[in-house]
């Protein structure tokens, strides 16, 4: 079994939907990290989670918010999607031991039309 | 300046040739460096890291850091059509800060 999660794999959503991405590890890491990834634009931290009581913001945050609802869940939601939203978007954790090493989820293809 | 910069390529090597990625990086406080490699519609999965000035060998790949000159580079030697992927370099900019931040990644293709 993969030890970083992501559902949905693919979703496609209109304009003004409220959507949540999820997010599962099996790692057992602490830390965990909301990316988007578009074409031309590299990958780009939304959230990022110390632990459950620890939340920041990264360098988009705008028009996103968290939950991470234990060790091993981090759930991103578009609370009112619009389309320069579409992209793909990925999880990832890192050890706190191991020197900032990330490792990725297979990742979310999110359209918004 | 961008912070972490790379050359978009796309970058090609005949099968067997030795292929050459480079990164430069805009902090010179920054400590730790990765190489993720990334196929067309799937996820970056880390392939090096290195932390110290020099060269760091792993099967084909040598991960070689030059912090001086704020550079950070990654070779394959003998590459396969299988390595044809976007690689991206990734830094932890600055002390205290646990964010990596990401180049946009040089694409590689191997021809046969």
């Known amino acids: 079994d993969a030890d970083v999660t992501q559902t949905p794999r693919n979703r496609i959503t209109k304009t003004g939907k409220r959507i949540m991405l999820e997010c599962s590890q099996t790692k057992g890491h602490d830390r965990m990290y909301w990316y988007r990834q578009d074409p031309g634009l590299g990958l780009r931290l939304i959230y990022y989670?110390?632990?459950?009581?620890?939340?920041n913001k990264g360098e988009i945050s705008d028009g996103y918010s968290v939950s991470r609802q234990a060790q091993a869940k981090f759930s991103l939601s578009l609370e009112s999607a619009i389309p320069n939203q579409t992209a793909l978007y990925f999880c990832a954790t890192s050890d706190p031991d191991s020197s900032y090493e990330q490792y990725f989820g297979p990742g979310t293809r999110l359209t918004v039309t | 300046q961008k912070e972490v910069e790379q050359n978009s390529g796309p970058l090609s090597v005949p099968e067997g040739a030795i292929a050459s990625l480079n990164c430069t990086y805009s902090?010179?406080?920054?400590?730790?460096f990765f190489w993720y490699r990334q196929y067309s519609g799937k996820s970056p999965e880390l392939i090096m890291s290195i932390y110290s000035n020099g060269d760091k060998e792993d099967g084909r790949f040598t991960a070689q850091l030059n912090k001086a000159s704020q550079y950070v580079s990654l070779l394959i030697r003998d590459s396969q059509p299988s390595d044809s992927a976007t690689y991206l370099c990734?830094?932890?900019?600055?002390?205290?800060?646990?964010?990596?931040?990401f180049g946009k990644g040089t694409k590689l293709s191997v021809i046969p």
């Open positions: 989670s110390f632990d459950v009581k620890d939340i």
């Open positions: 902090d010179r406080g920054s400590q730790s």
């Open positions: 990734a830094v932890k900019l600055r002390a205290g800060s646990y964010q990596l931040t």
